[in-house]
Nanobody, 123 residues
């Protein structure tokens, strides 16, 4: 059983940056692909980014490509999401998730989820 705890959310002005962290415990962190998803109010949860267990591959949603960066530190059991050039449309609750298998962008691939952290981007 893997427990995931996100942190780093908050309120930021458009054009600003935030770094989200997700600390894992209770499992073999290094064996899981890790992903970030987000859910804006009134919308379905959507894929943001993922990184494979070895960091050999990353995938990004088109909407964040070039602005967000996902990376992990297996020694610290933590995955990060660096978010730059934030836009009001990035406002959402951000969730990290751990899973094995494919496809990497599908919610069903991920077995473990955090509680989420709120990111609000003001105009």
């Amino acid at each position: 059983q893997v427990q995931l705890v996100e942190s780093g959310g908050g309120l930021v002005q458009a054009g600003g940056s935030l770094r989200l962290s997700c600390a894992a415990s209770g499992g073999t962190f290094g064996s899981y692909s890790m992903a970030w998803f987000r859910q804006a109010q009134g919308k379905e949860r959507e894929f943001v980014a993922t990184v494979t267990w070895s960091s050999s591959s990353t995938i990004y949603a088109d909407s964040v490509k070039g602005r967000f960066s996902i990376y992990r530190n297996n020694d610290k059991n933590t995955v990060y999401l660096q978010m730059n050039s934030l836009k009001p449309d990035d406002t959402a609750v951000y969730y990290c998730a751990a899973g094995r298998g494919r496809p990497y962008t599908a919610q069903a691939t991920y077995d473990y989820w955090g509680q989420g952290t709120q990111v609000t981007v003001s105009p």
